[in-house]
């Protein structure tokens, strides 16, 4: 097995891993109630998805 010649920086190292990051969920403004949901998704709110009405929601 091949090992390596020379000690790999912490600089050169860091800058490989720059793209490993966790990033917030994209979120859009629901047309009918307003609340956050996730695009391409029901809204869990109301129970629409393109101004119809997919889920019936309980209201609690």
């Known amino acids: 097995m091949p090992n390596p010649k020379h000690k790999t920086s912490k600089q050169r190292?860091?800058?490989?891993?720059?793209?490993k990051k966790l990033q917030a969920?994209?979120?859009?403004?629901?047309?009918?109630?307003?609340?956050?949901?996730?695009?391409?998704?029901?809204?869990?709110s109301c129970?629409?998805?393109?101004k119809r009405q997919v889920l019936a929601v309980e209201e609690v």
């Open 13 to 19: 190292r860091n800058k490989r891993r720059t793209h």
């Open 25 to 44: 969920p994209n979120t859009v403004q629901c047309p009918q109630c307003h609340e956050p949901k996730l695009p391409h998704h029901v809204c869990l």
């Open 47 to 50: 129970g629409t998805y393109k």
